[in-house]
């Protein structure tokens, strides 16, 4: 049996990226890096803030991975918004709570690790519930 998880927009996630750039940023204001550096800091977190919301909490970027499907075999794919399908392994470095996940793939194509952050609003309740105890149990398995 294929899991199929079709992810949508996270406000909850937006709040956290938020507060956290937020945060960020008026420690900056303490450093003694002069005004300046000061201000190359707060934008560079305000760019890291708009391609954080945009990619992991609204999904509206090309390459934000807005469906998630794993078969019982183990294998995963994931959709991208530009319509692209990907197949990719899931890492054991997976993190899984009740508020929050982060599923770490890795794919042939990218030498890097791909993150999807999921957070309780991210999809519907019973398949981010389904997902969860899924990553809890398989994930050794598969990784």
Do not use: C
């Not at 005004?35 to 560079?44: D, I, S």
């Not at 990719?88 to 009740?98: C, E, G, N, Q, W």
């Not at 982060?102 to 519907?124: C, E, F, K, W, Y």
């Amino acid at each position: 049996m294929v899991m199929n998880l079709k992810l949508k927009a996270s406000h909850r996630l937006a709040a956290l990226l938020g507060t956290a750039h937020a945060t960020a940023a008026v420690a900056t204001f303490v450093l003694d890096v002069g005004p300046g550096g000061q201000l190359l800091l707060a934008f560079a977190l305000l760019l890291s803030f708009v391609l954080s919301l945009r990619r992991a909490a609204l999904l509206s970027t090309r390459d934000a991975v807005v469906e998630i499907e794993w078969s019982d075999e183990g294998t995963l794919n994931f959709k991208t918004r530009d319509g692209t399908w990907h197949s990719a392994r899931l890492m054991p470095s997976t993190f899984v709570t009740s508020w929050l996940t982060v599923i770490n793939l890795r794919t042939g194509q990218r030498p890097r690790v791909r993150h999807v952050v999921l957070m309780a609003d991210s999809a519907g309740a019973e398949e981010y519930r389904r997902l969860r105890v899924r990553l809890q149990w398989d994930r050794a398995r598969y990784a």
